[in-house]
């Protein structure tokens, strides 16, 4: 007899289960629905406010969001150029299946990026004087040579040669310091060390000039007649060479117009860098205070 009354039970529990399984997954696609909606929008906020930020950087006050406008999303903001930050905010309109009376919904994220000079970064072992640095820049930015065994450096500019250091560790990846305070490098040697070989910028295959690098700017006001060799070097910035030639103990690379020697051989010395000065914005490093020397970071604000 007990047989008989459960006989049809199942079927009662799978009619009265039906709707809480239809509304369970009901709310499971239109949360899943809203879930990549505001992945995609998150997405496009932060790469329109890295592009945002780079413009700004830049001096660039106009920048086209079509690109960065991905997966049915657009731009919900007008975003400006702050001080230092700027904030772009993108939004997506989606449809509910599900939802009681159906509709639609807007979701909308927002992402801040930031702009600042470089305060620390993995350069080449080089660290140039600041003022070195500026003087070979008034001939222009787009071709400047700079002389490691300058017997005559710039007046009042620095007691090396040439203005330059090699710091100790031969490899690419030497890591220094910059700030407002001033705080310092690893140690030097003399200026004329510059004359060896430079892995990062001598090995002629890997990559070919011309190549882009990070080079370390000293103070050499701060640093004074303390800088002639095993010392320590006040990081001032950054600033990134597009090296085209050079001119080392033994090797050498001609850029165009640069012969096997440097072209003012008999005043300024034997050995020589030539390259391009890169105003640019950067992923190396990281944010902080230094001199700007047209070297920038940008980065997403978390």
Known sequence: MSQRRDRGSATLFVVLALPVLFIASALVFDGGRGYVARRETQNA??????????????????????????????LANTPTCGSGTTVVSMSKTIS???????????????????????????????????CEFTAARLNGDTDIFFYLDDPSPWSGCSSLPGGFSQLENDNCAIFVTAGS???????????????????????PTSPELPRDVLIAIYNAA?????????????????????????????????????????????????????????????????????????????????
């Open 45 to 74: 906020a932060d790469a329109g406010a890295l592009a945002k930020a780079t413009d700004c950087a830049q001096a660039i006050t106009t920048t086209a969001f079509t690109p960065y406008q991905t997966n049915g999303t657009s």
């Open 181 to 203: 305070g001033f705080e310092v490098a690893a140690q030097g040697q003399a200026g004329n060390a510059l004359q060896r070989i430079i892995p990062c910028i001598t090995n």
């Open 96 to 130: 509910y299946m599900f939802r009681p009376g159906g509709g639609t919904g807007t979701v909308t994220r927002s992402a801040t990026a930031r702009w600042s000079t470089l305060g620390s970064a993995s350069t080449t072992p080089i660290v140039i004087s600041s």
């Open 222 to 302: 701060v640093c004074g007649s303390g800088c002639r060799g095993n010392g320590v070097y006040p990081i001032a910035g950054f600033a990134m060479i597009r090296v085209t030639g050079y001119r080392l103990n033994g090797n050498n690379v001609a850029g165009v117009g640069m012969p096997n020697q440097c072209p003012d051989r008999q005043t300024r010395g034997r050995y020589c860098l030539r390259g391009d000065f890169i105003r640019s914005v950067t992923s190396i490093g990281t944010p902080g205070s230094s001199t700007n020397f047209g070297l920038l970071q940008v980065a997403l604000q978390l």
